[in-house]
């Protein structure tokens, strides 16, 4: 090409064209891996419209970064003299220079993207060549999408690594991203030459061709194609209900595990739990895959699989411009971007009632004429109203949120508990982690080093990349526990409903980031040894205190009651790369029942999480829905009374699957990323 072609319109349109190419490309690609990683977008009815939100913000990206690398090539490459020999060290230069600066102004590494595009430029500049501004731009966005990702993956698994927290690690993220470019620089020489002689114009036609082929097509299945399957409904609900006289708490400890359990039955130091097995049945819980808590607490509450009761997701996203809301909370690893449209684009809040389509046990027995009471239970905020109380997940969440709300007595607090008049008994039970005394902390955490209590102290968030983390968990967790103990324990004394509900988290919390510690002898070569003697006993340390808990409702509750103890998976045994301990491959989870007709000493097998809801209603007196994706477990009563159905307990109270935004979104959001549910 005559360097009288390379004039600064037709450099920002080629970049344009290129930016725009390669964006396209990119986010087609990472909104198939996105539906390929979120349950919620599997059935096409959902994918096909998160392709079409998903997409236009990568396009966006690419204009932006197509118009200023094409500014940046139209004022560097105007002229036909090109400097010779110092070509690698100019390129490099200015990559460095436009790194740190990046990197010093918002103090994340974005300068390598940035780097790749001057270096690359300048590089071509320096050797004299000239190729057509279509080979040109392609092999400028080419390298820098190679880079990008290629660089990301390398700092994901070398320089983010939770098992030893660093202070410095900024430090060396950026001389690791340093180096890195160099190498990247040099590789480019070995390929540049094929670079320009790609038929880049036949990429171009090629992928326009291609997308809107698929465009086409999938419009075309998405409206002829078939819908996501409804529940059916009735409008006349008859419910035929044969009074009992019993009454069922269900008591949902996350993450409790039998591999935890056992040992210490065995040491005598889980004194209710052992009383409950010995009166009652028990056994393994099986669960369901993916363990998403707010899919698996859904299924229990509702007695249906994800696919009928719509949670699916811990997150909810609202995209821009089309206000498409879907559950999605997942995203690929080496995505940063991703990151920053969740900031600056996408409105992202926790999983609420409004997306469920099946109705809670407490609703179907509330139409039923029974009393009930459900405290901190998964998607249970909005508060719907209910024949007794509801104190949602939101509620009580940490003393200084609680008061702020209690204080004005507006907002969000109407939503938060229902009814909103009982704010007023449980608001002295809301513990917040500046609340922790020396004694509480002591209990669960061997300390042997007095400075370690000023840390522990200090510490206020769950960053994982600070030398505090390891306590971050238990300081934010078990005073959420702890909260939530107290007030049921109240709210069963006084109130005596007839089903209660009650959901513990602090176990599971605990487990993801501890266990590697409860199993230190497996692998303490990577593990800090100071940290080993902190929390070995922390895991055991907690199941105690859960086995308390349970001991403390078991005092105030009327004696007619049976107990049910359920936990929604077990874990793993093994240690992820990253140090914690999971449950991927949906370790079964724990089922004790006890109390007035449950059979004694009774080992039971073949429970599922979809059994619960069917159970407690048989036990109540209560038909069970035959749309149920699961069955009353029969082997655990004494009397064998016969089943007794309905078609359905679905009566058209569907959420609005509008998304509704709280104050403790961000609190919520903080917690699943230390969990490692969320980036």
């Not at 599997?42 to 966006?60: E, K």
Request: proline share 6%.
């Amino acid at each position: 090409m005559k360097p009288s072609e390379y004039t600064f319109a037709k450099h920002v349109g080629a970049g344009l064209l290129a930016g725009l190419l390669f964006s396209l490309a990119v986010g087609l690609i990472f909104s198939l891996k996105m539906i390929g990683i979120n349950e919620s977008t599997h059935q096409f009815h959902y994918a096909y419209p998160f392709v079409l939100n998903f997409v236009p913000m990568y396009l966006l990206l690419g204009i932006i970064f197509g118009l200023v690398a094409g500014a940046i090539g139209g004022m560097l490459l105007r002229n036909s003299q090109s400097p010779k020999g110092l070509g690698l060290l100019i390129s490099f230069g200015i990559s460095l220079t436009v790194f740190l600066v990046a990197y010093l102004i918002f103090r994340v590494p974005l300068g390598p993207i940035v780097g790749m595009f001057l270096a690359l430029l300048i590089f071509i500049t320096a050797y004299g060549k000239r190729p057509s501004l279509s080979r040109l731009y392609f092999a400028v966005f080419f390298t820098a999408v190679l880079f990008n990702y290629s660089w990301q993956w390398v700092r994901q698994h070398f320089i983010i690594n939770p098992l030893l927290p660093l202070n410095n690690s900024k430090t060396i993220d950026v001389v690791f991203t340093i180096i890195w470019a160099i190498i990247f620089i040099l590789g480019f020489r070995i390929f540049q030459k094929a670079f320009f002689k790609l038929p880049v114009k036949a990429f171009y036609v090629t992928g326009g061709a291609l997308v809107a082929l698929l465009l086409v097509l999938g419009g075309g299945y998405y409206l002829l194609g078939p819908s996501p399957v409804v529940a059916e409904m009735t409008g006349d609900l008859q419910i035929n209900h044969q009074p009992t006289d019993v009454k069922v708490a269900l008591i949902g400890i996350d993450g409790m595990w039998w591999r935890v359990i056992d040992p210490l039955l065995e040491q005598d130091r889980l004194p209710n739990l052992k009383t409950l097995m010995e009166n009652g049945s028990y056994g393994h819980l099986a669960t369901i895959c993916p363990t998403f808590s707010a899919a698996i607490w859904t299924s229990i509450s509702t007695g249906k699989l994800p696919d009928k009761h719509g949670v699916t997701s811990f997150l909810v996203w609202k995209f821009p411009w089309s206000g498409f809301t879907l559950p999605c909370h997942i995203t690929p690893k080496i995505t940063a971007e991703i990151d920053w449209m969740k900031h600056e684009l996408i409105i992202v809040a926790p999983m609420t009632n409004q997306f469920l389509d099946a109705t809670p046990i407490w609703d179907m027995l509330t139409d039923g004429g029974s009393t009930v009471g459900t405290v901190n239970w998964w998607v249970s905020w909005p508060a719907s109203r209910v024949n007794g109380f509801v104190v949602t997940d939101h509620c009580l969440y940490n003393k200084e949120y609680i008061t702020e709300n209690f204080k004005r007595k507006e907002g969000d607090t109407p939503y938060d508990i229902y009814p909103q008049e009982l704010l007023d008994e449980l608001i002295g039970f809301s513990r917040s982690p500046d609340d922790l005394s020396e004694e509480e902390v002591r209990r669960f955490i061997n300390i042997t080093d007095p400075s370690f209590l000023d840390e522990f102290y200090a510490i206020d968030t769950y960053d994982y990349l600070d030398i505090a983390y390891m306590a971050s968990m238990f300081k934010y967790s078990y005073p959420e526990d702890a909260t939530f103990a107290g007030a049921t324990r109240y709210l069963i004394e006084t109130r005596q409903p007839d089903l209660l509900c009650v959901y513990m988290d602090g176990v599971d919390s605990m487990e993801h980031q501890y266990l590697r510690y409860h199993f230190w002898e497996q692998h303490p070569d990577k593990l800090l040894p100071q940290n080993i003697e902190r929390y070995r006993d922390l895991i055991n340390n907690y199941y105690i205190y859960m086995d308390e808990v349970v001991g403390s409702f078991m005092e105030v509750a009327d004696p007619n009651t049976i107990f049910i103890i359920i936990s929604d998976h077990g874990f793993d045994e093994f240690m992820l790369p990253t140090g914690h301990y999971n449950h991927m491959n949906a370790p079964p989870g724990v089922f004790i029942c006890s109390g007035p007709g449950i059979k004694q000493n009774n080992p039971i097998e073949g429970a599922h999480i979809c059994d619960i809801t069917p159970t407690i209603l048989h036990a109540l007196g209560y038909p069970v829905a035959e749309d149920f994706d699961g069955k009353v477990l029969t082997d655990i009563f004494v009397e064998q009374n016969p089943v007794n159905t309905i078609p359905t307990y679905e009566t058209g109270r569907r959420g609005s699957h509008q998304l509704m935004q709280s104050d403790i979104d961000e609190a919520y959001k903080d917690k699943l990323r230390a969990l490692g549910y969320t980036q």
